[in-house]
């Protein structure tokens, strides 16, 4: 293997908190790869709801009742609201597998 290919630390998920370590990491001198699957996120094109008032929103940024019976692990997300459901994994896309009681999220 050689030293291009060799990191001090690896980061998985450019998201938020990804993001941040990664660039905690780089300023500490780390060498640092970030792994990221998801796809390029445009500021603004891929923010729709970004400049909507909350009167503008069908259902008052609530999660209509379908879509939370539906999707009974993800509405457990603070931020899974009618303003930003579009970021995450709906349960049925990707069935989340648990032996014990675990509450993570999927976003992408």
């Not at 500490?28 to 909507?52: A, C, F, I, S």
Request: net charge neutral.
């Amino acid at each position: 293997m050689s030293d291009k290919n060799t990191f001090d630390a690896i980061v998985i998920g450019s998201g938020m908190s990804g993001g941040w370590a990664a660039k905690e990491l780089c300023e500490q001198g780390l060498k640092t790869l970030v792994l990221e699957r998801g796809r390029d996120v445009v500021h603004l094109k891929d923010y729709p709801t970004t400049n909507m008032l909350p009167w503008e929103f069908k259902h008052r940024g609530q999660v209509p009742y379908a879509i939370a019976k539906d999707n009974p692990i993800i509405t457990k997300c603070y931020a899974f609201k009618e303003d930003a459901m579009h970021f995450f994994v709906k349960d049925k896309e990707h069935p989340y597998v648990q032996e014990k009681p675990f509450d993570w999220i999927r976003g992408y």
